[in-house]
């Protein structure tokens, strides 16, 4: 009975100290250095396309992007993160996130059309970085 009690004081004062500790480290891990942001802007008829992005550390996964949609991912390390678009048979492939390049930018736009992929970092002036390679 004593013992039962004791045992239930142990369990409530130490999940909230486990709880703690495994969301500071949580936090830790997640703390994003900037947002990756990727648009669809492909025309209507192109339909979905794929997008994948990842560096060494992180990968993202591939993800559906339906036309004028966007796609976000979060840069966690000061390291060069790729995207690769797909769509239909092309592909293309660039640096999403260059930590020279993008230093202390909190976000990096990009936009993916007919001619090209393009950069911004005020989601207003684009200036192209990379062209389609057809598969
Ligand atoms: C970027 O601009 C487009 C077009 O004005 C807008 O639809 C979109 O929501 C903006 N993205 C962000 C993350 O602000």
Known sequence: MTGGRNSLVVLLVSVPIIFGLSS???G???KQLATIHVTNSMSKD???MQIHCKSSYTDYGMHQVGGGDEYECGVRERALYYCMAISGR????WHAFQ????RSRQAVYWLVKEDGIFLSWDNSSW???SLWETE
């Not at 092309?90 to 492939?93: D, E, I, N, T």
């Not at 930590?99 to 993008?102: C, F, K, W, Y």
């Open 24 to 26: 500071s480290v949580v």
């Open 28 to 30: 830790r891990q997640y």
């Open 46 to 48: 192109s339909g979905a």
């Open 90 to 93: 092309r592909v293309a492939s």
């Open 99 to 102: 930590p020279r390049r993008d």
């Open 127 to 129: 200036v192209r970085k």
